[in-house]
């Protein structure tokens, strides 16, 4: 089935993204829909704890996970077919207006575990969508030049979100319970969609629905089986979705459980825990700060492989660091080198994926990170348990590096290099 184009005005050439008002709306609005999902979050958390159970607050956490994993991959077809910024807005308008709903419900009545539960399903399969719609929105707003710019400028968004996202969850739970904070979050997410309606957007594909009898969901499936197939032939991209998926596997272990695990056994309490995670979104934010400096750096796979290697190593060594300022230290390193190997694999994938299979290269590249990695907490913790903090950070840093030896092996990905 061919791509029709809408005609949309042309990206601004020869601009740096950081000047441009078009990447600047996106990235007002990247910010504004991350810093509500970090109120949504802070709210969801808090009203499970107050209305259920411990085990039963983290059911409600896990229940996004699961749709997540499930429907990642056909959200990426769905990206492709009807183009990023239709699903990013038709996503953001979805989640804000279950936010508010849940946010009004709670404010008029204590309705039970219920509709967390709900609202935790829709953000699941909505992030789906939204996640590889996400991923390939940026290819439509800028050239190729100055994707490793903006892949620095979400850094520094996520950075954002993520600092300033848990306090004013907490002063809107604190002002007004869970339905205030849940009212904040939509709010943030609602402030996105004007902003995404005003972009100008360059060869935006078009997929309309078959009209001589064939089943849309078999085309779908072909769709998504010529996405893997792209993948799987493409010497940058399949060893580069596999050192991704690598990287997030070996990553969830040490800082999604371990660090907590770790501050209690050496005694830091959790004052001690925020300041590791301090060092670690320090440094995160340091390479985010350069990317959208610098534009590109040189010899790109190369310093993704490198990069890869050191943090895997930085990692292992967190386990073994007895004081805490040497921890906030070595977290600041590994943040750092996290942060600059993820800008450049987010890089090279959005110049060396054809635009058309944007949405489901980014669902590949993404399923592992945010679908699959979430469910293997519990495997981790249990883990700790029975060998303790040294094994598992070991073997976790092995699982990472091999991803920096995938991209050494592959002569392609090694030698690529970003749009100068």
């Known amino acids: 089935m061919t791509h029709a184009l809408i005609p949309q005005a042309p990206v601004a050439e020869g601009r ?62 769905i990206a492709d077919r009807l183009g990023p910024r239709r699903v990013v807005i038709g996503s953001d308008v979805v989640r804000c207006a279950a936010v508010l709903a849940v946010a009004a419900l709670l404010f008029l009545t204590s309705p039970g575990l219920w509709p967390l539960v709900v609202l935790a399903l829709v953000f699941g399969t909505v992030d789906a969508v939204f996640v590889p719609a996400v991923g390939a929105l ?127 056994h050496r005694g830091w309490d959790a004052s001690g825990l925020g300041w590791v995670l301090a060092g670690f979104g320090t440094g995160a934010a340091a390479s985010s700060l350069l990317l959208t400096v610098r534009g590109r750096l040189p010899r790109a796979g190369l310093v993704a492989a490198v990069a890869i290697l050191a943090g895997a190593a930085a990692i292992g060594a967190l386990a073994f660091v007895p004081a805490l300022a040497g921890a906030v230290g070595v977290a600041l390193l590994v943040g750092l080198l996290a942060g600059l190997s993820g800008a450049m694999c987010g890089a090279l994938l959005q110049t060396h994926a054809d635009p058309a299979y944007l949405g489901r ?60």
């Open 138 to 264: 940026p290819a439509r707003i800028t050239t190729k030049d100055q994707l490793a710019r903006v892949q620095g400028m979400r850094g520094l968004a996520v950075r954002f979100a993520i600092v300033t996202g848990a306090p004013l969850g907490g002063l809107g739970v604190a002002l007004g319970g869970a339905a205030a904070a849940f009212g904040v979050a939509g709010l943030l997410i609602a402030v996105s969609v004007p902003l995404l309606m005003s972009l100008r957007i360059h060869d935006e594909p078009v997929q309309p629905l078959p009209r001589d009898g064939t089943d849309p969901r078999q085309t779908a499936w072909r769709d998504l089986g010529a996405g893997l197939s792209y993948i799987r032939r493409h010497p940058v991209l399949a060893p580069l979705v596999l050192a991704i998926a690598l990287g997030d596997l070996g990553f969830v272990g040490p800082f999604n459980v371990g660090l907590a695990l770790l501050a209690d």
């Open 361 to 420: 290269v980014t669902a590949v590249a993404s399923l592992v990170s945010l679908g699959l990695a979430p469910l293997s907490m519990p495997f981790a913790a249990a883990a700790i348990g029975a060998w303790g903090l040294g094994p598992v950070y070991v073997v976790s840093a092995a699982v990472c590096a091999l991803g920096g030896v995938v991209v050494l092996l592959a002569p392609a990905l090694r030698r690529a290099e970003l749009p100068g």
């Open 16 to 77: 740096p993204a950081h000047r441009d008002p078009n990447v600047l709306r996106w990235l007002g609005a990247y910010a504004s829909s991350m810093l509500g999902d970090s109120v949504y979050f802070i709210a969801l958390s808090w009203a499970a704890v107050q209305t259920g159970t411990p085990a039963q607050a983290g059911v409600v956490m896990a229940t996004s996970a699961l749709p997540r994993a499930l429907l990642m991959l056909g959200g990426g077809v």
